[in-house]
């Protein structure tokens, strides 16, 4: 079973920066992506940014600019740097992790960090 572990959340004033950090139990590149999600309360949970098996990145229109997905291959991990944050950005975090094997699709997910922007 894949283990997600996030780490860095927290609370920070509007305009401040944060750095989360996803540890994965297998290769990060054993996954065809890896992306971070966040649910406020009240909201779905939605797409904050993605990173292919390739490369490529995706990034939800809101958070375009001020944040930044990034593998960290010697300690196998999945990053997002998060500046000038905005109370709207206040939610649950998860990192999750997408495998795909023939018309099977997996997907796994952390337990969550809080991420909390006060204005």
Known sequence: Q??????????VQAGGSLRLSCAAS???FSF????????APGKQRELVAAITFGG???YADSVKGRFTISR??????????MNS???EDTAVYYCNARSIRGSTET???????QVTVSS
């Open 32 to 39: 065809n992506a890896m992306g971070w999600y966040r649910q």
């Open 107 to 113: 997907n796994y997910w952390g337990q969550g960090t």
């Open 26 to 28: 297998r290769n990060i």
């Open 2 to 11: 894949v283990q997600l572990v996030e780490s860095g959340g927290g609370l």
């Open 72 to 81: 960290d291959n010697a300690k196998n991990t999945v990053n997002l740097q």
């Open 56 to 58: 490529n990145t995706n």
């Open 85 to 87: 944050l905005k109370p």
